[in-house]
């Protein structure tokens, strides 16, 4: 069974720093993408950044230049720092996984953690 967990979120003031990790296991296939989503009140659940199989990386414009996702596919992790944190960057951040097989994507999920930043 496919397992994700987080750790690293936290309280923070406006212009510091904060990395969330997250460990994968229980497949057998290895991890196509990994990455993590974030979810304020209210907001619909929106990625972040993605980092895929072949190192590739995927990051959104809101905090390109800011958050840096990076992986290692030997321990099956995928960290995300975040620099120069604006409060708008409070929400829960979610670790996400997908793995593919036989032409279907199967979505796997953290439990979840907060990152709160105050200005």
């Known amino acids: 069974q496919v397992q994700l967990v987080e750790s690293g979120g936290g309280l923070v003031q406006t212009g510091g720093s904060l990395r969330l990790s997250c460990a994968a296991s229980g497949s057998d296939f290895g991890f196509d993408i990994m990455g993590w989503y974030r979810q304020a009140p209210g907001m619909k659940r929106e990625l972040v950044a993605r980092?895929?199989?072949?190192?590739?990386?995927d990051v959104v414009d809101s905090v390109k230049g800011r958050f840096t996702i990076s992986r290692d596919n030997f321990k099956n992790t995928v960290d995300l720092q975040m620099n120069s944190l604006k409060p708008e960057d409070t929400a829960v951040y979610y670790c996400c996984t997908i793995i593919k097989r036989d032409g279907v994507n199967y979505a796997y999920w953290g439990q979840g953690t907060q990152v709160t930043v105050s200005s």
């Open positions: 980092t895929f199989r072949d190192d590739t990386t």
